[in-house]
């Protein structure tokens, strides 16, 4: 992704959220980063049901992979 090269971590973490991103890996500043993500939900550019929806998307990957068998190395 080339958002970083021309957008700050803030610019990029909210614009990543706005176009479907889940989670946003790697700032390069974090705290930017999630500054910008809280900034723009309490503002409303980025509503607080789009944050719910990640949420219920990870926390159901991360129970469906719990319930796969493990694989051995």
Same mark, same amino acid.
């Given at each position: =992704?080339?958002? +970083?090269?021309?957008?700050?971590?803030? @610019? $990029? $973490?909210?614009?990543?959220?706005?176009?479907?991103?889940?989670?946003?890996?790697?700032?390069?500043? +974090?705290? @930017? $980063? +999630?500054?910008?993500? =809280?900034?723009?939900?309490?503002?409303?550019?980025?509503?607080? @049901?789009?944050?719910? *929806?990640?949420?219920? %998307?990870?926390?159901?990957? %991360?129970? $469906? =992979?719990?319930? =796969?068998? *493990?694989?051995?190395?």
């Amino acid at each position: =992704m080339v958002l +970083f090269l021309h957008h700050t971590s803030g @610019e $990029a $973490a909210v614009g990543s959220i706005k176009a479907g991103v889940d989670i946003v890996l790697g700032p390069r500043d +974090f705290t @930017e $980063a +999630f500054d910008a993500v =809280m900034a723009a939900v309490n503002n409303g550019t980025i509503s607080e @049901e789009r944050i719910n *929806q990640s949420v219920r %998307r990870i926390l159901t990957l %991360r129970l $469906a =992979m719990k319930k =796969m068998p *493990q694989l051995k190395e």
